[in-house]
C-alpha cells in the first residue's frame, strides 16, 4: 500500500519543539513533507502576505530523518498555499496536519491562531486537516503524553475522511494535568479576552505597550471545548470558515436597509 | 441628544483614501474616534501582536477636521483592542467602524481581511459592528458613489442595533459598475483562491515569490454576496466567530476516536 503523503506546518516555526513531536509522530505512519515558518507566527490568525514578497527554501531541520522540508518566510496560510500550489503541485496531500501549538487553540483563541489558520487553509482547499494544540505555552513543554492520541485522531482521519469544509481543532490538556481520559467532540466555547495594555517607556523616553489578556468563559456548556479540555479530555471542534450567521438573516431582512 | 460615540478603524493605514471616506461620513452622524494603523495591514486576517510591543500615538491625520484620532504600530484587531481596553477605556462606542477598504472582501476573502477582523474584534467585546469593502483595488479608488449607502447603513444599525455576536461584512460594487441597485442581505459565496505562485530571481540570485491568486466562485446561488455584487447590489453578509460546524457534529460523534 503507498504510504498517505502528510504536509506538516505550524505556526511556531520550523525550529519548534511542536513541530518536531509532530513530524516525528507522522513520519511513523505516511511520507511527511514539512512546510512551516522560517520565524515564530504566533498569534497571525488568518493573515497572508500580499503586497511582499515570500522566501520558500529547502530547510535541514529533518535532514537527518530524510524528511522533505521546506521553511518560508511568510505565515501559516501562505505555507499550506505555498506547498499546495508550488512545492506539492504535482502530489496531493492525504492529510495536512499543523502544529503542535505550544498553548491552547480552544474556544475564541481559533480566531487568533495561525495553527488553525494553516488546516483550515488545508479544508479550503478540500484536503482532511486538523490542527494540533497543547495546552502548555512553555517553549521546553512536554509533548510526550500526547502523541498516541495525535497518531490516532490522524489515522482515523486518514481511513474515514472528513465532512467536507471543515479542519479539526483539536486541543490537549498539558502533561501537569495528569492522565488523558479521552477524546470529546465539542462545539467552540463562547469566551472573549478582556485585555489589559500595560504601558511602559522605552529607554527614549517614549512610551509603548504589552498586550496581556485575561481569558473570560462566558459558557456553562458542558459540549464544549473548555469543558473537555478542563476535564481532563482533549477538545476536538470541527471548524468551518463560512462565517454567514445564517440565524440572523431573517432578522436582518426585516430591517429598512433599502427603506 | 447626546452624539453617537463612533470607532473607525481600517487594515489599509490612517493615511489611506477609503479611511478618510470613512471618518467624514460618521462625522456627519457622531463623534469620531479613529484608532487605525500607522502602515497598510491588508491581508492581516485576525492577526494580533503577542510576544512583541504595540506603539499608539496621537495621530494628526484628522486634526484639521477636530477629530480624535491615533496611530498603532500593530494590526486592525490591535486597534480594535486598544481602542476599547485603552483609549476608550471609559467611554462605550455605540457603533465600530472598519474601512472602506481598498478592495472587496466578499466571500472567502473574508477569512483574510483585516478590514472584517476589526470589525469582528468590536462585535467580540459586544459592540455593533460593520466593516466596509470597495469592490475596488486602486489606491486612487473613488468612494464618492457609496457614501449615501455607507451613512444609511451605519444610521440604521445605530438604529435597530444588531443581532448579539456578529459584524457586518458590507460590500460596495465599484463605481464603474454603474448605478447602485440597493442593498442585500446575504450568505457568503462558497469560493476559494487558486494560487499561482510567480518565481523569480532578485539581484543575488536567490529565488523569491509573488502570490497571484486567481478567484474561484463555487456557488451558484442568487443568494450570495457575490451575486448580490455582480448584479450591481450592496452586499450585507452578517459575520460570526463561533467557527463550528455545529451539522458535522454528530458525523464526528459516530467515528470511533475513542475506539
Known sequence: ?????????NDDGITSRGIRALVETMHQIGKVVVVAPNS???GMGHAITIGDTLRLDPSIAFETEGIEAYECSGTPAD?????????????RPDLVVSGINH????????????????AIEGAIEGLPSIGFS????????????????????????LESG????????????????GEIKGIRIC????????????????????????????????????????WALANGYISVVPCGFDL????????????????
Open 79 to 91: 505555507c499550506v498555499k505555498l506547498a499546495k500550489h508550488h512545492v506539492l503541485k504535482d502530489r
Open 1 to 9: 500500500m503507498r504510504k498517505p503523503l502528510i504536509l506538516v506546518s
Open 187 to 226: 462545539r467552540q466555547a463562547r469566551a472573549k479576552y478582556t485585555e489589559k495594555f500595560e504601558k511602559r517607556k522605552d529607554p527614549y523616553g517614549r512610551s509603548y505597550f504589552w498586550m496581556a489578556g485575561d481569558f473570560v468563559d462566558l459558557d456553562q456548556g458542558e459540549d464544549t471545548d473548555i
Open 134 to 157: 497543547l495546552c502548555d505555552y512553555s517553549l521546553t513543554a512536554d509533548f510526550s503524553h500526547c502523541l498516541e492520541h495525535v497518531k490516532k485522531i490522524a489515522l482515523q482521519v
Open 103 to 118: 498553548g491552547s487553540n480552544s474556544s475564541i483563541s481559533v480566531l487568533y491562531s495561525g495553527t488553525m489558520s494553516a
Open 162 to 177: 472528513l465532512p467536507e469544509n471543515l479542519a479539526l481543532n483539536v486541543n490537549i490538556p498539558a502533561k501537569s494535568q
Open 40 to 42: 515564530p507566527q504566533s
Open 244 to 259: 454567514t450567521a445564517h440565524h440572523a438573516l431573517p432578522v436582518l431582512n426585516r430591517l429598512p436597509f433599502n427603506g
